[in-house]
């Protein structure tokens, strides 16, 4: 195995995401999907393709396109809330038939019809963010300056449907919280006949203003953001019906009773949306009235903890029955008009189409596993994934009158091997998609555990070169163990590799989902309710004790332990809380004031601050400060607009005043997730340095 070149090429790669084709769509009839990919997996620069029965087919290079590189800011905040690590075509939109593609890169809006032809410009009145062509592929919508755009692709005539009154109002883009922490990424949805828009209106004047400044660069002003904090005022989102001549209808709904737009879209019903209450305990689905804005209720789901949103719901099915989940008897259960159609500990985790009567949907049994499955009446569930790893999909949706589908999907398998994706069809020979992701210098070598009566999924990862009884191994805890992700699952993921080069420099790896983790079903996820950080530090502790019970050789006199995000809070927390364990740490991007985050995300977990101020307090690892005795390096991104550097800096301030000596490494220019090569390769190396001499650990 190659450790030197390693952390270049994990750099290089952007943590091995580059060449993994994404962002699948099939046409009607099943017979070509589009996606986006870049040519190699070092190069960043995203394409338009098309695959048939033919192959594939390269559609807009990014090159062809005149590219300068300068995104427009509102389009750099949307790539930060996606964590895109390509350029080029980085998203894209189609009409129903899949004919018409529109997409933006630099600004400018470009079209293309995938039948034939070049990519064009489309004249726009200014920077353009997130264009979607209507269903009929006529005209296509989209945002600049705040305010909402259609412009006809025929004549190139643009309208303004919704114009903004004040420069902190936005029409048509997803809010922050939205965005970060409500998995809802848009601000406009079509009607299916295209002539009318369902539109958010943000006003962000109620937020309050942060203003992220640039160290290393003096000369640059600070950049200012509406930053809606735990305990401060939300955005106010409101929704409305547009249409092409310029007449607008409110959606109207108790907004004070309910202030998050949680859901919405608009399908052959009119629009739906989920609306949700401040404290996340009640979620109430509305159909609206298109005409008069009216709405009626059609469901309302209660948790005293709170509803969890999950992907792809609610929805309608094609008579009308709404789609949705309920956390029924410890399993997150699918239910269609009212009735459970999954069984009990099958756990739904999104709800990828609903066309006509049938469902496509993810869910597990397994938490190291993810299959894709499919419902409707006559047949119930059934599995269509084979094998232990994260499987997804898509297929073609609804199709019109006499268009047979043929039963086509998109199967997207991620395993120990690697990504794999293919068109399958009924009666047609399967279509492969190729991954040209690079492989890894480093393969991870993953004994896969269940750590004590909880049977906590742990995956273990020792040197290449060990042998058993060989000399003992300084441990290296590597979890994220939060509720935004699993770490712990049966896929060939970057983190995977990145702990298995660690290993190879002689520590014994180990990474632990437990409790507050996606996967294990709604007790499971909210054993954090109120206190984020007790759990989880002692289900590592299980793990750890786990991991050298099967291998003896662990030396549980030096384990360091190292996390990012939720992992880095985590982390510190170990050393702070638990110093007798954890002899070590490196705490990178961490929220460490747990009342600097956002409301919708730290409120879920922890209720209002003014509320409830000892949730706040005992998730918050900055008021242990003062019992520091271990080694602690913190990292922070100096860029991060999502856990801001104040996190780092307020933690430092702290440990400084109680007299407890720690190391600071700031990222000059990197956001939440660090991207520049320089940065990437050089934060491995210090890591890497850095436990070696806390741990005492000689170069293997």
């Not at 002539?195 to 203003?209: F, H, Y």
């Not at 996340?280 to 009216?294: F, K």
């Not at 101020?613 to 602690?632: F, H, T």
């Not at 320089?678 to 890591?687: C, D, I, P, S, Y």
Request: charged share 25%.
């Amino acid at each position: 195995m190659d450790t030197n070149g390693f952390p270049r090429q994990f750099a290089r790669t952007q943590r091995f995401s580059l060449g993994v084709p994404r962002a699948f769509t099939l046409s009607p009839d099943g017979r070509r999907v589009v996606f986006l990919r870049t040519r190699g997996g070092e190069d960043r620069g995203s394409c338009l393709w098309v695959a048939d029965e033919m192959g594939e087919r390269l559609v807009v290079a990014p090159e062809t396109l005149g590219a300068d590189g300068a995104v427009p800011e509102a389009e750099r905040i949307r790539r930060e809330r996606a964590r895109e690590r390509a350029t080029g075509v980085v998203a894209y939109a189609a009409d129903a038939a899949v004919r018409t593609i529109a997409f933006a890169v630099d600004g400018r809006l470009w079209a293309v019809h995938i039948d034939g032809g070049e990519a064009r410009p489309v004249p726009t009145a200014g920077p353009v963010v997130d264009p979607r062509p209507d269903p009929t592929g006529s005209r296509v919508a989209y945002v600049t300056g705040g305010a909402l755009h259609v412009v006809e692709l025929a004549d190139g005539r643009d309208r303004r449907l919704a114009v903004p009154e004040h420069p902190e109002v936005v029409w048509g883009l997803a809010e922050h919280v939205a965005a970060e922490s409500m998995n809802r990424t848009r601000g406009y949805w079509w009607s299916p006949e295209g002539t009318r828009l369902l539109a958010a209106r943000v006003d962000n004047r109620p937020v309050q203003r942060w203003w992220i400044a640039d160290p290393a660069n003096p000369s640059r002003p600070p950049r200012e953001i509406a930053y809606p904090a735990a305990g401060t005022a939300n955005a106010e989102v409101t929704l409305h019906v547009l249409d092409l001549d310029g007449g607008s209808v409110e959606v109207r709904w108790d907004r004070a009773a309910y202030e998050y737009v949680a859901t919405a879209g608009w399908d052959a019903h009119g629009p739906l949306i989920g609306v949700q209450s401040r404290d996340q305990r009640t979620l109430l689905v509305l159909a609206a009235d298109p005409d008069t804005g009216r709405t009626k209720p059609l469901h309302e789901q209660r948790d005293a903890a709170w509803v969890q949103l999950i992907e792809g719901t609610p929805a309608r099915t094609a008579s009308g029955a709404l789609v949705h989940t309920a956390d029924l008897d410890g399993t997150r259960r699918l239910l269609v008009d009212g009735r459970p159609v999954t069984p009990e500990g099958l756990q739904i985790r999104s709800v990828v189409d609903v066309s006509g009567e049938s469902m496509l949907f993810t869910a597990n049994d397994e938490p190291t596993e993810q299959h894709l499955w499919t419902y409707d009446a006559e047949r119930g569930p059934v599995r269509l994934s084979d094998g232990p790893g994260l499987h997804t999909g898509r297929r073609a949706s609804d199709a019109p009158a006499g268009v047979e589908t043929g039963g086509a999907l998109v199967l997207a398998s991620h395993t120990e091997a690697g990504h794999s994706f293919r068109v399958v069809r009924d009666g047609r020979p399967d279509v492969e998609i190729a991954s040209l992701q690079a492989e890894p210098l480093i393969v991870p070598r993953v004994t896969w555990l269940r750590a004590g009566e909880r049977e906590i999924r742990t995956a273990l990862l020792l040197p290449s070169w060990h042998r058993p009884g060989s000399g003992p191994l300084p441990v290296l805890m590597a979890p994220y163990a939060g509720p935004a992700m699993q770490l712990v699952t049966r896929a060939r993921h970057w983190w995977l590799a990145e702990s298995q080069w660690f290993a190879e420099h002689g520590f014994a790896v180990v990474t632990a989902d437990g409790r507050g983790t996606p996967g294990r079903g709604p007790a499971w996820d909210k054993t954090v309710h109120g206190d984020t950080l007790t759990a989880p530090l002692e289900d590592q502790v299980v793990a750890l004790r786990a991991a050298a019970e099967h291998c003896p050789d662990l030396d549980l006199g030096r384990v360091g332990i190292r996390g990012w995000s939720y992992g880095g809070t985590l982390a510190a927390a170990a050393v702070l809380r638990m110093p007798e364990v954890f002899h070590a740490a490196v705490s990178g991007a961490a929220p460490s004031d747990q009342r600097l985050y956002d409301t919708h995300w730290r409120e879920r977990f922890l209720g209002h601050p003014d509320k409830e101020p000892e949730n706040y307090e005992r998730s918050s690892p900055i008021g242990d400060a003062a019992r520091l005795r271990r080694p602690l390096l913190l990292v922070h991104g100096l860029a991060d607009d999502n856990v801001v550097a104040a996190h780092t800096l307020r933690m430092s301030a702290a440990l400084l005043a109680a007299g407890r000596p720690h190391q600071v490494l700031p990222l000059s220019g990197a956001t939440h997730m660090p991207t520049a090569e320089a940065a990437v390769e050089g934060l491995l190396r210090h890591q890497l340095e850095f436990l070696r001499t806390a741990l005492n650990v000689s170069s293997a």
